[in-house]
């Protein structure tokens, strides 16, 4: 029934660590039957870093036809400004998020500062560190942050997401934390529009009736997809695992 398929990431190709098992054969056998796959990601990285970490897992262009990350709906977002509230936004940021995000509005235009104090708005794509911190844990510079009236960009709106057997929280939830102090936030990935009319795009544009989407989180993959307008297959074994686990 379906011509091409949008796969999510985390929970579905991998957990994080490693490849789920039968995931290789799987990408093979939908390639040699003429299926297109494009991945997508609420990453908040660009889809060329992405990639290359995947291919550390054994994943590249011989497996799929394309990636979609939540960084590039972001990143095009921010160069079109093509509504009210984005062209409002200054070019000053404060970068809220790991290391490994680092980097992303680089060549841009945009300056990234080092305190609130300076500026414009937030970019959020991640705890400093999210093997040890929660969302409380910044309830102060939040508050700061509404104080100095920053609306904040959300470059990765998971909640939480699977590393290994371990849940982690993930910049939604910081945003959600935001948003209910009475904080201005836009949100760029999944499960909103935009990014599934890029990940279409990519596919060629094949009519929507004839894509499937797969994913494990309710809220943004199978949601979003609901939202396109497209098919969805929900993969019950990776965010909501516990929640689907047979009872003893």
């Known amino acids: 029934r379906y011509d091409g398929l949008i796969v999510d990431l985390w929970g579905v190709i991998h957990d994080g660590r490693e490849v789920y098992p039968g995931v290789f054969d799987c990408l093979d056998r939908l390639r040699r039957g003429g299926r297109q796959v494009v991945l997508l990601s609420n990453a908040p ?19 799929v036809d394309g990636l979609v990350t939540s960084g590039d709906v972001t990143l095009m977002a921010l160069r079109r400004r093509g509504d009210a509230w984005h062209a409002a936004l200054g070019h ?8 490994r995000d680092w980097g992303l509005l680089q060549g841009t235009g ?65 945003a959600a934390a935001y948003e209910e102090l009475g904080g201005q936030v836009r949100y760029h990935g999944k499960p909103h529009l935009s990014a599934y009319d890029l990940a279409v795009e990519r596919l060629g544009g094949l009519a929507r009736s004839r894509i499937l989407v797969v994913g494990d989180s309710l809220r943004t993959d199978i949601a979003g997809a609901a939202g396109a307008g497209i098919d969805a297959l ?15």
């Open 45 to 63: 990285r660009t889809a060329t870093r992405v990639m290359a970490a995947l291919g550390g897992m054994g994943i590249g262009s011989d497996h």
């Open 234 to 248: 929900f993969v019950s074994g990776g965010l909501h695992a516990d929640e689907f686990r047979p009872a003893p």
């Open 92 to 99: 000053c940021f404060l970068h809220l998020g790991p290391a």
């Open 110 to 174: 945009h300056r990234e500062v080092g305190g609130l104090e300076e500026a414009d708005f937030i970019l959020l794509s991640g705890l400093y560190d999210d093997e040890s911190e929660t969302a409380e844990d910044y309830r102060e510079l939040l508050l700061e942050a509404l104080r100095r009236g920053l609306p904040m960009i959300c470059a990765n709106p998971d909640l939480n997401v699977m590393r290994g057997p371990r849940l982690v929280p993930c910049a939604g939830s910081l």
